[in-house]
């Protein structure tokens, strides 16, 4: 069977994870409007009878100012250098010079198909002349034009893909999905949440450390805890009279619960750790 390891790089916020999770009919990935959302190389895994391909989402990518945009970058080098093929994923109204700047650094040794994104945002002039310009590029071996949200050329999207495959054995069992655990998962829903309720800096000075899981006989019972660096940003998750915070968790909860396909019981607390977006002991302990 046709199998390897299909990675997608691009600027923040091209639609990576929509993609991922496009492509797997399953949220695996966290999504926002907001840029740098995604922290880790996610792996997903698509089995069927005559391929098996592990599809990874990675951190847009940006010159690094933290330690934790350091580790962010590691987790992008680290699936560049195991891409069978590389997607390189493209905003189709961005400026086509600063992707091309960004995939022309990539010095690739593989195969890329340049991923041309959100086309229901444009008209189909905008499109060709996307086209044009990555199709000139050396590294392009193919492009392909998508919606992510919209699912336009998802169905059919894997098969031009296939043929940059090898021969080879499946890595994984047929019902495996991701190699991240559930604990992951659930910390992420926890954090797309405070990209979506809390704006400007907050959702980039915040971390997500699920402390508890424990599987009871009704439910699941998870606690964990939202990291900030200031207590300013605490009051703020916090909220008036508890108001944020009780929002946050209800709607992390109805996600985790569907996730999980079970009841959950959730329980949230702030902590303020100051820079801990500089401190090694802090990114360890909070996955990174
Ligand atoms: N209209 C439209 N919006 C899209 C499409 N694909 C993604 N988006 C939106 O673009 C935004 C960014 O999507 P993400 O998937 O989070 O982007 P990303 O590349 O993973 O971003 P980072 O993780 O920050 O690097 C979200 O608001 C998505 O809903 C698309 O095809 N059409
Ligand atoms: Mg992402």
């Known amino acids: 069977m046709k199998t390897g390891f299909v990675n997608i790089f691009g600027q923040p916020n091209a639609g990576k994870s929509t993609l991922l999770n496009a492509l797997m009919g399953e949220k695996l990935a966290i999504v926002s409007s907001k840029v740098q959302t995604t922290r880790h190389r996610i792996k997903a895994i698509m089995t069927e009878k005559d391929y098996q391909v592990v599809i990874s989402d990675t951190p847009g990518i940006i010159e690094p100012r933290y330690k934790l945009?350091?580790?962010?970058?590691?987790?992008?080098?680290?699936?560049?250098?195991?891409?069978?093929?590389?997607?390189?994923?493209?905003?189709?109204?961005?400026?086509?010079?600063?992707?091309?700047?960004?995939?022309?650094?990539?010095?690739?040794?593989?195969?890329?198909?340049?991923?041309?994104?959100?086309?229901?945002?444009?008209?189909?002039?905008?499109?060709?002349?996307?086209?044009?310009?990555?199709?000139?590029?050396?590294?392009?071996?193919?492009?392909?034009?998508?919606?992510?949200?919209?699912?336009?050329?998802?169905?059919?999207?894997?098969?031009?893909?296939?043929?940059?495959?090898?021969?080879?054995?499946?890595?994984?069992?047929?019902?495996?999905?991701?190699?991240?655990?559930?604990?992951?998962?659930?910390?992420?829903?926890?954090?797309?949440?405070?990209?979506?309720?809390?704006?400007?800096?907050?959702?980039?000075?915040?971390?997500?450390?699920?402390?508890?899981?424990?599987?009871?006989?009704?439910?699941?019972?998870?606690?964990?805890?939202?990291?900030?660096?200031?207590?300013?940003?605490?009051?703020?998750?916090?909220?008036d009279k508890g108001s944020m915070i009780k929002k946050l968790g209800s709607y992390a909860r109805k996600d985790i619960e569907e996730f999980l396909q079970q009841k959950v019981f959730l329980e949230l607390f702030v902590k303020v750790k100051p820079k801990w977006r500089d401190n090694d002991i802090y990114l360890k302990e909070y996955g990174y």
């Not at 987790?75 to 022309?104: C, H, M, Q, T, W």
């Open 69 to 239: 945009h350091e580790k962010m970058m590691m987790a992008v080098k680290g699936a560049l250098e195991d891409s069978d093929v590389a997607l390189l994923i493209v905003d189709v109204r961005d400026k086509y010079e600063e992707s091309n700047a960004i995939f022309e650094a990539l010095k690739l040794k593989v195969p890329a198909i340049v991923v041309i994104n959100k086309i229901d945002l444009v008209t189909e002039e905008r499109i060709r002349e996307a086209i044009a310009y990555f199709e000139s590029k050396p590294y392009c071996k193919a492009t392909i034009k998508i919606s992510a949200t919209s699912g336009i050329n998802i169905k059919s999207f894997l098969k031009p893909i296939l043929a940059f495959l090898p021969e080879g054995e499946p890595f994984y069992t047929n019902d495996d999905i991701s190699d991240l655990p559930t604990k992951f998962f659930v910390s992420e829903m926890i954090r797309e949440k405070v990209y979506e309720l809390l704006g400007d800096e907050l959702p980039y000075h915040t971390a997500v450390l699920v402390r508890e899981f424990k599987e009871k006989t009704t439910l699941v019972k998870i606690v964990a805890d939202i990291i900030v660096h200031r207590e300013t940003q605490k009051a703020i998750v916090i909220g």
